[in-house]
DNA sequence: GCGGTGCGATACAATTTGTTCTAAAAGTAT
DNA sequence: ATACTTTTAGAACAAATTGTATCGCACCGC
């Protein structure tokens, strides 16, 4: 019943991704092998093996470690244009800012070819899709948005269009076109003010 | 003064190109190596390093060969939306049925650090996402949009999201999820029909 | 202290990646 | 057709990568 819990095992489990994950960042997944953390750690090479017996399983696990970047609970107390740039500035953060931004092409080619890589994505996107709903869900309640909003597909274009900016289209990030950005999806989901 | 211009250096290259890109399609990025190249063509291993010294030269190679996939010309005949469902039906089409379509993603982890594919997406997007501003640009001569309408961030949501989906979220990019697509983005674009 | 377990080190095999050399084949020029 | 040049095929070889197996040692929990 009671775990062991040689604290030895997740000391080194821990070192090793840590380092992984820079080494990711800085030279590419094909720099993350057993021999590359192994030198970068002092670890010996073949107890990496031992924790991660195949290349990929090594590499997968990376990948989760920067895919567990700080995910932002949504923020659902309104106004609905302040939770959104809330969510959203978030969004920019994470991509310009954490492991999860420097990282995430590699991911996503890595998930044409390797399922487990492409359930980790999908759960994240999911994620944070969920979050930006429950945003507008919130909004919808307290009667800030059109009743014919389609908010599903909204919340989906809200995070696509920075995505695909600037991982695909490499195009600028930045607070000047977020708020454009914001007030886009304002402007389709809220009631005009009356004048 | 006169290029000598050997046939067979061409006839190789092409030969090889070709070869390699049916590879990268079916057996991802890590498959296109010199020694899958030869033996699938019959091709000497030591001539196709001749050819690409390097293995990343080779990949690069046929990444450029996949992103110079058929570029739809648009479509500005009217009305509005059958020219935009044509559009975006064509980017369906590229993105689920083309070498472009199957590679995009590992070309785009490739610009995160190569900074000539990078200049490849950027100029292929580009064209892109021109090609749909020019779709509302004559809808909006033909007064058939709203004179309040962002074109520019709307023609760029219209393509962001079927990228975004299919490579980043996983999620399905079907005729039926098209069409809702389509709805949407009309919707915002166009004035009300009078009831 | 004791048994068990993780760690480090080494040795080894198989594959991949890249280089080099030579002879043969194909192309170009005269 | 002949002479010259360039490309190609093939093989031998080196180096790095990927993975396995074994050993003694150090550490952990009890």
Redesign the interface.
């Known amino acids: 019943m009671t775990r062991p819990k040689d604290p030895r095992l997740a000391a080194t489990r821990n070192l090793a991704l840590d380092v992984a994950l820079k080494i990711l960042h800085e030279n ?2 094909l720099a993350v092998t057993h021999g590359s953390v192994s030198t970068a750690t002092g670890i010996s090479r073949s107890t990496l093996y031992r924790h991660w017996p195949k290349l990929e399983s090594l590499r997968n696990d990376v990948f989760l470690l920067a895919a567990t970047s700080p995910n932002f609970p949504p923020k659902t107390n309104g106004p609905f244009r302040a939770d959104l740039a809330w969510m959203m500035g978030n969004l920019l953060i994470a991509l310009n800012e954490t492991p999860w931004g420097q990282v ?3 991911v ?2 890595l ?3 390797d399922s487990q890589a ?1 359930a980790v ?2 759960d994240f ?2 994620d944070r ?1 969920a979050s930006v709903e429950a945003v507008f869900a919130a909004a919808g309640e307290r009667g800030e948005l059109l009743e014919s909003a ?1 908010v599903g ?1 909204l919340a ?2 809200a ?3 920075p ?3 600037k ?4 195009l600028p990030l930045d607070r000047e076109w977020l708020d ?2 914001v007030d ?1 999806i304002c402007r ?1 989901a809220t009631k005009p003010a009356v004048t």
Chains 1, 2 share one sequence.
């Open positions: 590419g997944v995430a092409p590699q996503v080619a998930a044409a070819t492409r994505i999908n996107m999911r899709i389609p597909q989906e274009m995070i696509a269009v995505y695909f900016r991982y695909i289209a490499g454009t950005h886009l389709l």
